[in-house]
């Protein structure tokens, strides 16, 4: 579907992408997940849907979600990835509660490799679409050049996004 | 997929409006970013759009006028929308299979509107089948009514928005107003525009019209924010700060819909800024509006629209939210309105159905020099420039009847429609409608006589021709370039021959007839 037999370079494409879209990518380390937890220990609200990451409040403790608004980071992890637009694929079943992939400040999304899709094709035959509620792609942060073309971040959804590259374990 | 580069070496329609290769430190540079770097020097008043009155036809040549007589606003106005359409070809040329796509967006479509009774079932099955509440409107008074009951019967006070030009199309804000329920827009240039009590000028980017210093006053008005602060960062955090509050607790969300996916009873919605999302998943309720023509068949379908869309419409390969919602969240409530509003009959025009297959890209928008020079407003509807043309009259043939004479019939429009719709063609086919049920102003219609008089009469051309050009050669400047002559009042006219074709064949070939 427009796309050569087997490409080998997916993770490269998406890195493109993300970061022309304005995303950023977790700079590269031999623990990315200490970096994270040390992100978050530097914030005053933090949480944490996926299990390799603690964070300041469960996400099962907000009663509704405009209470999410007050968190600082939020970490989740994406179901998958497109390279042709550098786009990640959050579900309500990993949000938790959808308003987490917006309410929040800043975002940090991990992301395993193998999950990288070439394009948007390939992303429309995955199962989520049937088996969701909600789904959505998100390139980068939120944006806006409304007013004389000027873009600005942040216009109502998270000011940053950040993409960590980390296997998932598969469920047990 | 690179951009940068592209746009800095690109040249500017009007130079003095300072560096488009000059990028200030702290500018973003990516998709959006990548655009030229626009300032506006000055404050200047900004013009108004057409003057309605009742149901006389719309004078945009009026309106398009007074944008013109504008300089700051003309020239910002025509500088971003050309730099959208170059970054939307840059994009078509990161895509070899641009034209396929193109073709296929076409065909599902047409595929789609010729079966919408079908496909249009096939979503309610599916949708009632997850828990959506499904509703259907015949014109614009029914979906406001049936919202209106949706907001009551949860007795709420306040609905959050995100755009949707189908709720422009019913005047659904001024409704609910009348009522007593307070609407919220969350796309920060629909809020703008509500703030300033104004239509949207674009279906993308619905306060391209203004300067940053007419958002400035705006915001100083009705926010409270300083008046002399017009970077449009600081304005941008005003409305943030302001909206927050009040999309936290409103009771019902209401977004449109991009498209209605058949296969899986879902709505998808495209933005940049997440505010569809956030107005569907704070408030306990998601009402969506949507217009019958935007269902698809299957999510394969879908892929070929989501790659064309934002492409067409600003140049950047996706929206940065590309949202999917085909049931409630636990706990909460979804509607979807579904909305004829002469669609259907549309559907029945022989010459104008394909219009239907509009996915509201704004492509044509961007591209049309006329658009470009006289702003949305000028056309005096829910919908203008191109697209605009042939939806309006569908509406009423009578208050639009001048809109297909705002045209210089180039077909860019059609050339950069990703669902390929003939627009030139259809815009002609509106004059000819327009001539026949007598909707031709007076003016036109002697014109017209006299040049089709002229026009049949081969010699008396000829003779008319050879004198202009002679004119041309010969008189001085202020008897060329003046109040007679509107087609010279902002380009020059093209340098005469020195002698016609016919002159010329008659002489080197004319003895061998």
């Known amino acids: 579907m427009f796309e050569a037999e087997n490409p080998s370079d997916l993770t490269e494409r998406f890195t493109k992408a993300l970061l022309a879209m304005g995303g950023s990518l977790l700079p590269e380390t031999e623990d990315p997940l200490s970096e994270i937890q040390m992100r978050l220990g530097a914030v005053r609200e933090s949480c944490s849907t996926v299990p390799e990451i603690r964070g300041s409040r469960d996400v099962q403790s907000y009663a509704h979600p405009a209470a999410l608004a007050g968190i600082d980071i939020a970490v989740i992890r994406a179901a998958f990835a497109v390279a042709e637009t550098g786009s990640l694929c959050l579900t309500d079943r990993l949000l938790g509660i959808n308003g987490l992939g917006y309410l929040p400040q800043h975002l940090i999304v991990l992301l395993d490799p193998k999950d990288i899709l070439p394009n948007l094709h390939y992303a429309y035959r995955r199962p989520e679409w049937l088996a969701q509620n909600y789904a959505v792609l998100q390139t980068g942060p939120s944006a806006t050049a409304d007013i004389e073309g000027v873009l600005i971040h942040g216009a109502q959804g998270v000011r940053s996004l950040t993409v960590a590259m980390h296997e998932s374990k598969p469920l047990s | ?513």
């Open chain 2, 1 to 513: 997929m690179s951009e940068g580069n592209g746009a800095r070496d690109s040249k500017m329609l009007h130079p003095e409006l300072g560096d488009a290769n000059g990028q200030g430190g702290a500018k973003l540079q990516h998709a959006e970013g990548a655009s030229k770097n626009l300032q506006s020097r000055r404050r200047e008043a900004q013009p108004s759009g057409a003057v309605i009155r009742g149901d006389r036809p719309v004078d945009q040549s009026e309106a398009a006028n007074r944008f013109m007589a504008a300089p700051e606003h003309a020239k910002i106005h025509d500088e971003r929308l050309w730099d959208l359409r170059e970054k939307r070809d840059r994009q078509m040329h990161g895509i070899p299979e641009w034209e396929e796509l193109r073709t296929l967006a076409s065909e599902i479509k047409e595929h789609a509107l010729t079966r919408l009774d079908h496909y249009l079932e096939l979503f309610e099955r599916n949708a009632l089948a997850n828990g959506i509440q499904l509703h259907w409107a015949k014109d614009a008074a029914e979906h406001n009514q049936i919202v209106l009951g949706i907001v009551r019967r949860h007795d709420a006070k306040r609905l959050i928005k995100s755009k949707s030009m189908l709720t422009e199309e019913c005047g659904f804000r001024e409704f609910m107003q009348t009522e007593g329920v307070e609407i919220i827009e969350t796309d920060l240039g629909e809020r703008i525009q509500q703030l300033d009590d104004e239509a949207p000028s674009h279906v993308v980017v619905p306060a391209v019209h203004k300067l940053r210093g007419d958002v400035a006053q705006v915001f100083a008005k009705t926010l409270g924010s300083d008046e002399d602060n017009d970077d449009p960062a600081y304005l941008a955090e005003r409305q943030r700060e302001a909206t927050r509050p009040l999309i936290l607790s409103a009771g019902i969300g209401m977004t449109g819909a991009n498209f209605l996916v058949a296969e899986s009873g879902g709505v998808v919605v495209c933005t940049n800024e997440g505010n569809a999302d956030l107005s569907a998943n704070i408030p306990p309720v998601h009402i969506v509006s949507a217009g019958i023509e935007k269902v698809i068949p299957r999510l394969d379908d879908l892929a070929v629209f989501i790659r064309l869309l934002s492409r067409s419409a600003l140049g950047s390969p996706i929206t940065q939210y590309t949202s999917h919602f085909r049931g409630p969240r636990l706990g909460g409530e979804m509607h979807v309105v579904l909305v004829d509003n002469g669609r259907s009959t549309r559907l029945g025009m022989e010459k104008f159905w394909t219009s239907l297959k509009c996915i509201r890209c704004g492509a044509c928008m961007n591209t049309c020099p006329v658009f470009r020079r006289s702003g949305g407003l000028s056309y005096g509807a829910t919908y203008a420039g191109p697209i605009g043309m042939i939806i309006n009259p569908t509406f009423d043939p009578h208050k639009y009847s001048r809109l297909p004479f705002s045209s210089t019939l180039n077909g860019s429009c059609t050339n950069v429609c990703p669902v390929k719709i003939n627009i030139h063609e259809q815009i002609a086919a509106w004059r000819q409608v327009m001539s026949e049920t007598h909707e031709m102003p007076m003016m036109k219609k002697a014109m017209m006589a006299a040049a089709g008089r002229l026009l049949a009469q081969p010699a008396l051309y000829r003779v008319a021709i050879a004198a202009a050009d002679s004119a041309l050669k010969h008189l001085p400047r202020f008897a060329v370039y003046n109040r007679l002559n509107s087609w010279g009042r902002q380009r020059e006219l093209p340098a005469p021959p020195a002698e016609t074709f016919h002159a010329w064949y008659k002489r080197n070939r004319g003895a061998r007839k």
